[in-house]
């Protein structure tokens, strides 16, 4: 009878647990900022939809779109700046410009990202195409890279090559050697080299975990939305979204800590978003995912240093 009670408690206890995992996950997944998206599928110039205003600040917020008369940000008409700026984003992921926020346009706009801009002062280099020409043998090869900079393509000085980084103090101790090792790994493909060091103050390259308005001008949105961000050289300041589920081994339910410090970093090396999406720079991540470094990736920081 007792085993019988036990077995009884067991599952109960067991079917009580996958019932909150289950509803902690749909919570998850309901509070994504940019859940507001899903209700303007089909919208196109010329009409008025409640959340217009919402979509006119993401765009805003990722560079795409600026208003003149700041009046226009805050109505729902989806008006032809609002169009224009609909088709730049879709010819920046590779989608029809059509202008319409058909499925694949929404689809895109809803997944969690980087909260660096896609486009700085209104020039968009995210897709703009280089040709490279090189041998191999006696065959010349051409590939096309779209890596991109930041606007004046600030950079580390000539001098300056050799760099350090250090975490916030009580910074999350699971975060420290994922974060090591994407500093390793763009030291392995360029010609920087990064050291650790516990003078949080005077290090080169600064990173930590922060919430909402966290004062630097670039506020996190709580779980899904903005991930992380980084600024370009000389800054060095690198922010995880605190918020959001992180883990060091790729996680269905989490994001992965070091594909994200490898995308920040090469922001803080100086190179924007890139239109390729195996690309480590390509601005948005699933949860779970993991990537490495991408040609396009390394012939970019190569392009910027002139190496």
């Not at 997944?111 to 020039?123: E, F």
């Not at 043998?137 to 590939?143: A, D, R």
């Amino acid at each position: 009878m007792g085993s019988q009670s036990l077995s009884f408690f067991s599952i109960t206890l067991l079917l009580f647990v996958m019932i909150q995992a289950v509803f902690a996950d749909l919570k998850h997944k309901s509070t994504s900022p940019f859940e507001y998206l899903q209700h303007l599928h089909g919208c196109h110039k010329g009409e008025n939809v409640k959340d217009i205003h919402k979509l006119k600040k993401y765009l805003e917020k990722f560079g795409y779109l600026s208003y003149k008369n700041k009046t226009h940000v805050d109505d729902d008409d989806f008006d032809e700046l609002l169009e224009s700026a609909v088709r730049t984003y879709q010819l920046n992921y590779n989608m029809k410009a059509t202008g319409s926020l058909d499925a694949n346009t929404l689809s895109k706009m809803m997944r969690p990202r980087c909260s660096v801009a896609d486009i700085v002062n209104g020039t968009s280099r995210m897709r703009s195409s280089r040709k490279r020409h090189h041998h191999s043998g006696s065959k010349l090869f051409h590939t096309v890279s779209h890596y991109s900079f930041f606007d004046g393509q600030p950079r580390w000085p000539a001098s300056k090559y050799s760099l350090t980084f250090a975490f916030l103090p009580g910074t999350r101790a699971d975060a420290i050697n994922p974060v090591s090792r994407a500093f390793q790994t763009w030291a392995e493909n360029t010609h920087f080299r990064f050291s650790r060091t516990e003078d949080y103050v005077n290090a080169d390259i600064r990173v930590s975990f922060e919430s909402g308005e966290h004062g630097d001008g670039s506020s996190f949105d709580g779980p899904g939305g903005t991930l992380a961000h980084a600024f370009a050289p000389t800054n060095g300041t690198f922010h995880y979204d605190a918020d959001e589920e992180w883990s060091v081994i790729a996680n269905p339910g989490a994001y992965h800590l070091e594909t994200l410090a490898l995308h920040e970093i090469g922001h803080l090396l100086g190179l924007g978003h890139s239109s390729i999406e195996g690309a480590i720079m390509y601005p948005t991540f699933s949860l779970g995912e993991t990537k490495g470094l991408h040609g396009d990736d390394i012939q970019g920081v190569n392009a910027l240093y002139n190496l």
